[in-house]
């Protein structure tokens, strides 16, 4: 918090005392007038993504594909504004790279390229070219038929943010290192990555090489070309 209150007294030229503002807050924390958000781990089960697919495929009142994004987010770690911000324009399909405008920074917006893997770049194909953004919806809208769908399904304390702590317990439960895990996920920093990481299983594991809402034989195909494409340097 005095971070933020520092960056704002320096960039607006507001005469706050940051000195103040800490003291202060050490004060509240002390006093457990405020407390930390608590670490969140919830990790959806296939069972339950299985569930929540086959309840979109079948219903005639969504307005909004919630099984294509629900797949897609499961690979490629992106926050639910990240994916209503792809635009066709900022794919390379050649390279399995996407450009991500304005993400989320503790310090401001910042812009770079992530890999994509094979599920996510496949479900992109799927989307048709209507609209600059690939996936065109509004984040609300997506929060809320995603947790009225839940609420049907009585499918307890799960969120769409939820299924980002899935993508990168995953590619860890997969073998991935460190390194090749961040270029997907366009994290900089151990720590910060770490707040997503709910290990279920070690080793190189792949829980949904046999799972039935990806073709039989995408899990014999995908890890070679995974290895490839995060060797090769990202496109400034």
């Not at 971070?3 to 960039?11: E, M, P």
């Not at 457990?32 to 979109?56: F, H, N, Q, S």
Request: proline residues 5%; positive net charge.
């Amino acid at each position: 918090m005095s971070v933020a209150f520092r960056t704002i007294a320096a960039s607006r030229e507001w005469p706050i005392a940051a000195d103040k503002v800490a003291t202060a807050f050490d004060v509240a924390v002390r006093t457990r007038m405020v407390t930390r958000a608590g670490k969140r781990d919830r990790r959806p089960t296939l069972a339950e993504l299985e569930t929540i697919i086959d309840y979109c495929r079948s219903s005639r009142k969504l307005t909004i594909p919630i099984d294509e994004l629900v797949l897609f987010a499961i690979f490629p770690v992106r926050r639910m504004e990240e994916i209503t911000g792809l635009h066709w324009d900022d794919l390379d399909d050649e390279h399995r790279q996407i450009l991500l405008r304005d993400a989320k920074d503790p310090v401001r917006p910042v812009s770079f390229w992530a890999h994509l893997p094979d599920e996510a770049l496949t479900r992109i194909q799927r989307q048709s070219h209507v609209d600059k953004c690939i996936f065109p919806y509004q984040s609300k809208s997506i929060g809320g038929q995603f947790g009225g769908i839940n609420k049907v399904l009585e499918i307890k304390d799960l969120r769409f943010h939820d299924l980002r702590h899935e993508a990168v317990s995953y590619w860890f439960e997969r073998g991935f290192p460190i390194q090749w895990v961040a270029q997907i996920t366009g994290h900089r920093s151990w720590s910060t990555l770490q707040r997503y990481t709910h290990l279920y299983e070690f080793g190189e594991v792949d829980k949904s090489a046999r799972w039935r809402c990806w073709p039989a034989n995408r899990a014999s195909q995908c890890h070679d070309s995974h290895i490839q494409a995060l060797k090769k340097p990202l496109r400034d």
